[in-house]
């Protein structure tokens, strides 16, 4: 449509003048000011929230005496902390013990998991039950495929309904549910500490990925990961009915060493105190201490050793042997 027609070159000119006049008046009218960010939510000293530098490097480390018993009490002047075998000066430091957790779960649902599976529901039934109310928790099942059972909730009576019904078969597939799981996991929103829980025989046979691009993944990832591994016991009549499967415990090993976490053994069909079992898991993620400091290099993306040391006479000090130092993007 032609504005001159209805308009004329005249009303054209008015109207573009009036528009002058109105971009004249915003640009006149002064912004409002930025308002201050809101103070951080939490301190050193408040280690349930911290609020601190994308920059910052976070190492977990758990320290046990001569006897296998947790160190308590220790202070930041009992850690020395290295990379690449330079001494870091530590900017943060505190004891986990009110930590909150956000866990991820995968269970094992191949067809070697028969006889295990139901110690193995039992037992994440209980991890789910130990859990604080401010701790929140996924669930991932896995065989020829990977599954997403249940999404991060707070609430045991979910973990409880997810857990309903699963049934074994098929293959295994553990290094690409170890990949969903790290994704699933950035989903976090309650902990400070992010924790997977692998329940397994340890055998992989159906995976995309491999062993090293699964324990590539851990580490960029920075995630700890423990395993529980159930084991078919020779001695138990019905296992000796059918073919036995025994726990991988080298993949195991690899994919908790790597990460910092730790490998348990149960075998099938023998009396544990299930409860007990997922106590004993939290009360050492509880135990640990965090480690919090600014690289002396900048960040260039390479991997770099980190290397935890404790002047206790005795102790036996583990962490996570590394991590990428990608660049933070705020």
Do not use: C
């Not at 408040?46 to 005496?65: C, E, G, H, M, Q």
């Amino acid at each position: 449509m032609n504005l001159r027609r209805i308009f004329g070159v005249g009303s054209l000119l008015l109207l573009s003048l009036a528009s002058i006049h109105l971009l004249a008046q915003e640009s006149a009218t002064p912004a409002t000011p930025p308002q201050s960010p809101p103070p951080a939510a939490g301190t050193a000293n408040d280690p349930v929230r911290v609020n601190i530098s994308v920059d910052l490097v976070n190492v977990s480390a758990t320290v046990k005496d001569s006897s296998g018993r947790y160190l308590s009490g220790m202070t930041q002047d009992d850690f020395t902390l290295l990379e690449n075998g330079v001494e870091q000066k530590l900017s943060f430091f505190n004891h986990d013990a009110q930590t909150n957790l956000s866990v991820g779960v995968l269970i094992d649902t191949s067809g070697s998991m028969r006889h295990k599976l139901q110690q193995a529901l039992q037992t994440v039934r209980e991890v789910s039950l130990a859990l604080r109310p401010q701790d929140e928790m996924f669930l991932v099942t896995f065989s020829d495929d990977v599954e997403v059972r249940q999404k991060f909730t707070k609430n045991p009576e979910d973990v409880q309904r997810a857990l309903r019904g699963i049934r074994s078969g098929g293959e295994t597939s553990v290094y690409d549910a170890v990949q969903t799981g790290i994704q699933e996991m950035r989903n976090a929103k309650t902990g400070n500490k992010r924790i997977l829980l692998l329940v397994s025989d340890g055998f992989d046979t159906r995976s995309k990925l491999n062993m090293d691009q699964a324990i590539e993944q851990l580490k960029r990832s920075q995630l700890q990961l423990y395993s529980i591994g159930i084991d078919d016991d020779d001695n138990d009549p019905l296992v000796l009915r059918q073919p036995r499967y025994h726990v991988y415990l080298y993949m195991l090993g690899e994919l908790t060493g790597a990460s910092g976490g730790q490998t348990f053994r149960m075998y099938t069909g023998r009396n544990y105190a299930l409860d007990s079992i997922a106590a004993l898991i939290l009360e050492e993620l509880h135990e640990q201490y965090t480690l919090g400091y600014y690289p002396a290099t900048p960040k260039d993306g390479s991997w770099r050793t980190i290397q935890v040391k404790v002047n206790k006479a005795g102790s036996v000090v583990r962490s996570r042997s590394g991590y990428y130092a990608v660049p933070n993007i705020q």
